[in-house]
């Protein structure tokens, strides 16, 4: 290697190092964290709430069956 890309080298691990430097001093802003106690901005529960109507569950539980046999009839002809 000539002394010219020896120094080359040097000099350019001497500015990666302090590029590292500065970059391991730099502070970090904290992260913000909400005042809104967990599960309470989105309620991820809401399937489970108290208020939720009754009519919902009574619907899926009609039309599960009407689906059923629609896929039956389907497969039995061949269509899926």
């Given at each position: 290697?000539?002394d010219?890309?020896?120094r080359?080298?040097?000099?350019?691990?001497?500015?990666?190092?302090?590029?590292?430097?500065?970059?391991?001093?730099?502070?970090?802003?904290?992260?913000a964290?909400?005042?809104?106690?967990?599960?309470?901005?989105?309620?991820?529960?809401?399937e489970?709430?108290?208020?939720?109507e009754?009519?919902?569950v009574v619907?899926?539980?009609?039309a599960?069956?009407?689906f059923v046999?629609?896929?039956v009839?389907?497969?039995?002809?061949?269509a899926?």
């Amino acid at each position: 290697m000539s002394d010219r890309k020896a120094r080359a080298k040097i000099t350019s691990e001497h500015e990666v190092e302090q590029l590292l430097r500065r970059a391991a001093k730099r502070s970090r802003p904290s992260r913000a964290f909400s005042a809104v106690p967990h599960g309470r901005e989105t309620d991820a529960n809401r399937e489970f709430a108290s208020h939720r109507e009754a009519g919902s569950v009574v619907w899926f539980f009609g039309a599960l069956p009407a689906f059923v046999i629609v896929y039956v009839i389907c497969v039995k002809i061949g269509a899926i």
